[in-house]
């Protein structure tokens, strides 16, 4: 542990509130698996209908799984201590490096706002999307630092993880999708200025 993960902990020990404790509580929801499965069988589902495929629940069910294996391997090769479980609001014992709400919320919610902003028409749209997906990832951080689930490092480490994976895995389903369908007009266009 750092003398900023302990800094940052306390910090946050010191500034906690009944009222935002209730919601601390609602949006570390969001990271977790309970929601972000039928979240990637929702959305995959979506895509399906829309655009009837099922590659897109294909890269977002290896984007989860991949997040959730890579997580749990690194926690257990690193077995790093939690913060202390009195000052901690609610109940955690697996071990607490890389964050795995940070690491699957950040994965789950950039392949999400991914592959609903490549279906999307209207750069404003898709970037709601992108925006509103962001949000969601630094929000799920703060509530487990607020909560005193994990140190500020797990936490910045579980994002870094869970963005660099979907990146990786949307990237490649990306390129194959344009590659499958050819190149854009618009790059094309783009091209023939130069």
């Not at 009222?19 to 601390?24: A, N, P, S």
């Not at 589902?45 to 897109?56: E, H, K, Q």
């Not at 480490?157 to 895995?169: F, I, T």
Request: a positive charge.
């Amino acid at each position: 542990m750092s003398g900023i993960d302990r800094s940052v902990f306390e910090w946050f020990v010191q500034h906690r509130e009944s009222w935002l404790t209730t919601i601390m509580q609602v949006v570390t929801t969001l990271g977790g698996s309970a929601l972000l499965i039928p979240l990637v069988i929702g959305v995959g589902a979506w895509c399906r209908w829309r655009g009837r495929s099922w590659r897109p629940l294909a890269v977002l069910g290896a984007v989860y799984l991949g997040a959730w294996a890579a997580s749990n391997a690194i926690k257990a090769l690193t077995d790093r201590a939690r913060p202390p479980a009195d000052l901690a609001i609610g109940h955690y014992d697996s071990p607490a490096f890389p964050s795995g709400h940070a690491t699957h919320a950040a994965a789950v919610w950039v392949a999400v706002a991914v592959v609903v902003a490549s279906t999307t028409a209207g750069r404003r749209y898709r970037s709601a999307i992108r925006a509103g997906g962001g949000s969601i990832i630094v929000l799920v951080g703060l509530s487990r630092l607020y909560l005193g689930a994990h140190w500020l490092t797990d936490v910045l480490a579980g994002w870094a993880l869970g963005a660099l994976w979907a990146l990786l895995v949307t990237g490649w389903w990306y390129r194959e999708s344009v590659e499958r369908a050819g190149p854009h007009p618009g790059f094309s266009r783009r091209r023939d200025r130069r």
